[in-house]
């Protein structure tokens, strides 16, 4: 397979810059097997039996973004990877005038020393076992790299899911981003069963594939967990011929990276560097409910594994015409597997 074949010309009037107010008034397009559709996000409970079970990614963005000081002089830092508890890599600007052994000083209780420079990329070892929280509170949200301007404050509730609740992402699960405190009431009361998973989303989620031969694209690794009881609930909902309808391309990628790592889903805690390409066999995700994504990119060959090259090439140049809004903040998509 090439990477040309996953190309499509995408107007970059179409990138979304900011979200849609409410959240849940995005457009939907759902590729079904009898054909696409125009909806409304609001739509989508429509879709959703008691026997299903929807899947979300609880991760939550941290606060990535950092300003520190050596020597008294600024400098900023993109974290992009925890390494382990105290230890993250990060993107930095201006890396020749750092060196190894530099302390950083980040905040009244947060400092860091500089162990590695490669080029553009920097590891720091915080000065506390686990710094996540005081992340979180000296840093700014790291909003993606397409969108050129300061973060904001509405940026700190828009650029996170309703229900995130573990720290430790530097992108959102953005599927999640269309999802209401008022839609999960009515998931409640129609007696609509949902669970969670975590995969701390990584900034490799947004490099570019730059080989043609796209088997020869080596995939980020992020970090994720799935509970005993979420695989439980996964395993009864598939053996008793139910539908698990996943929300997000990360969650998609985590059961699928189990399932075929164990045999089934299972308790998991580790590193998951899945890349999902077209003829992959899914054995978890009967839909999903994902965002519109870059031409060339990996998670438009997810969803081409997924629904089918064809009908995504399809459903894509329909969305294009219709105007339809793409990436983070943008519209969305339900998928039935192929």
């Not at 500089?114 to 990329?121: A, H, S």
Request: with cysteine.
């Amino acid at each position: 397979m090439k990477l040309s074949d996953f190309d499509f010309d995408l107007p970059k009037e179409l990138i979304a810059f900011s979200p849609v107010y409410p959240r849940n008034s995005s457009k939907m397009l759902a590729v079904l097997d009898s054909g696409i559709l125009d909806l409304c996000f609001d739509d989508f409970i429509k879709f959703i039996t008691p026997d299903d079970l929807l899947v979300f990614n609880d991760s939550k963005v941290i606060a990535a973004q950092l300003k520190g000081h050596i020597n008294q002089k600024e400098f900023e830092f993109n974290l992009h990877k925890k390494i382990f508890l105290n230890i993250w890599k990060a993107f930095a600007k201006k890396t020749k005038n750092m060196h190894v052994g530099d302390e950083v000083i980040f905040g009244e209780n947060l400092s860091a020393i500089i162990t590695d420079i490669n080029q553009g990329e920097v590891t720091l070892k915080f000065s506390i076992n686990n710094p996540t929280e005081l992340i979180d509170k000296y840093g700014k949200m790291p909003l993606p790299p397409y969108i050129k301007r300061p973060a904001n404050e509405s940026d700190e509730s828009d650029y996170q899911t309703v229900y995130a609740k573990n720290l430790g992402s530097v992108a959102a699960p953005t599927a999640g981003l269309h999802f209401t405190e008022e839609i999960f009431a009515k998931f409640d009361e129609k007696k609509l069963r949902y669970c969670f998973v975590t995969l701390h989303v990584g900034a490799g989620t947004f490099l570019p594939v730059k080989t043609e031969n796209i088997l020869e694209h080596k995939m980020h690794s992020e970090y994720s967990e799935i509970s005993w009881e979420t695989a439980n609930l996964i395993n009864e909902t598939k053996k008793r011929g139910g539908r698990v309808i996943v929300i997000g391309t990360t969650a998609l990628r985590l059961l699928e990276f189990v399932a075929l790592k164990l045999g089934e889903i299972a308790e998991f805690r580790g590193d998951n560097d899945i890349f999902i390409t077209p003829g992959f066999n899914f054995k978890v995700a009967d839909m999903l409910l994902t965002n519109f994504h870059l031409p060339k990119s990996t998670l438009f060959m997810l969803v081409s594994a997924f629904a089918g090259t064809d009908i995504m090439k399809q459903a894509y140049a329909h969305a294009i015409e219709k105007k339809y809004r793409f990436f983070s903040f943008g519209d969305c998509c339900l998928l039935t597997r192929k």
